[in-house]
């Protein structure tokens, strides 16, 4: 029987490889820090490991790893969170030795962290992008944005799911917004604001090691928490011709290795897609690409066993898949006009909507999310971590 670790066992992606691969016969070890988490509880998790805390010790959280890796037969390893995935690129070629595990090498996952490299690369390269500022306006105001309908978005260098991004209509505000930001998130850029009616997408990768694109899948951002950009509570499986050459064209470009997934918003403006971050690791809405057709860990599965198959690009658009809870439930909190939602938030029964986490086929899960809520209220390095974002 083929046998992969999952890490990171909290998180709603986690949970679409553990539900992928398990229905498919495989077992699934899956690792967390806690026994208090949404994967341990899927009755397609074969076995659960409990770690060391890759924040708090990331050596040990490494050496643990190698160890099991050692002495157990996995024939891959997902890495699901950017901090586990950054310990364990800078082991890549012993980790290597012992179970597959494709992805970039660490220095190209640290540069696309970076806003700032990345935006940088993307001019550089004739990607579209959003107008960007990367001095403090202390030295110089940006010489757009801030008029009728205009305005600056504030986006730390390094961060993900919107966290520490701050948006600015007026000028006036600009310097002590930015001042903000820069206390936890040092230098951060400044960008312009890109007006909504375009819609926001997301471009997901797939490619081997000689950066061959093996798979591909674009999803539309159809409502998020935060309301005005963040991680999708509901989105749609799309095709867009042009984000694909986009997405395509940066990945190639960047000489990527395993999975990406890069965001684009389409200026409404001048209908063009503007390339907002790169996330160098598996993404949250991982579930909709699964069940739209690109089984991302299925197809990584198959290529370490040396499988060759022709690159998965077309798969079912209009399926949708939402995270009822808590994602899309703040969304309909938080947002103004919560009772015309389009979708409506109370279409709960679509015959082509799934959940994230909600499965009558494997319910417990939802148990399991209520309990990693639960350790925020009690455990001080998850209190942390929520500070911090």
């Known amino acids: 029987m083929k046998s992969v670790l999952v890490t990171d066992g909290h998180f709603r992606k986690t949970l679409a490889v553990v539900r992928s691969l398990g229905r498919k016969g495989i077992s ?29 010790s990331p050596d040990q959280f490494v ?56 935006i940088q690369f993307a001019e550089a390269h004739g990607i579209p992008t959003p107008k960007t500022y990367y001095s403090p306006p202390t030295v110089a105001l940006p010489p757009w944005g801030g008029g009728e309908g205009e305005g600056y978005v ?99 470009l960047l000489n990527w290795v395993g999975v990406g997934m890069a965001e684009f918003k389409v200026d409404p403006r001048d209908g063009v897609p503007k390339l907002m971050e790169l996330n160098p690791r598996f993404w949250g809405s991982l579930q909709l690409a699964i069940i739209s ?32 809870l808590l994602g899309d439930l703040l969304h309909f909190l938080n947002h103004p006009n919560r009772f015309h939602l389009h979708p409506s938030f109370f279409h709960f029964f679509d015959p082509h909507t799934s959940d994230d986490i909600i499965s009558k086929d494997d319910p417990l899960p939802l148990l399991g999310s209520a309990a990693t809520l639960f350790t925020f209220l009690y455990d001080p390095e998850m209190k942390r971590f929520l500070e911090k974002r």
């Open 28 to 56: 699934v070890t899956v690792g967390e820090r806690t026994f208090l988490n949404t994967s341990f509880l899927s009755k397609y998790c074969a076995r659960r490991l409990i770690y060391p805390s890759p924040r708090r």
């Open 63 to 118: 050496e643990f790893l190698l160890t099991e890796i050692k002495k157990n037969r996995y024939h891959c390893l997902f890495p699901m969170e950017e901090e586990t995935l950054l310990l364990l690129a800078k082991h890549h070629s012993e980790i290597s030795q012992h179970t597959y595990f494709l992805g970039p090498d660490l220095k190209k996952i640290e540069f696309v962290r970076d806003k700032r490299n990345l």
């Open 154 to 252: 504030i986006k730390p260098r390094i961060s993900s799911g919107a966290f520490g991004i701050v948006y600015v209509k007026k000028k006036e505000d600009l310097i002590s917004a930015y001042q903000s930001v820069h206390e936890r998130y040092p230098f951060p850029i400044i960008q312009e604001w890109i007006p909504d009616g375009g819609g926001t997408f997301g471009f997901a990768a797939l490619f081997d090691e000689a950066s061959n694109i093996k798979a591909a899948f674009i999803h539309k951002k159809l409502r998020m928490y935060p309301v005005p950009g963040g991680p999708s509570t509901l989105r749609e499986g799309v095709e867009h011709p042009q984000i694909m050459e986009l997405g395509l064209s940066l990945l190639k």
């Open 293 to 324: 057709g690109v089984d991302f860990p299925y197809l990584i599965l198959r290529m370490s066993q040396g499988e060759n198959f022709e690159p998965v690009l077309h798969y079912e658009a209009g399926k949708r898949c939402r995270w009822l």
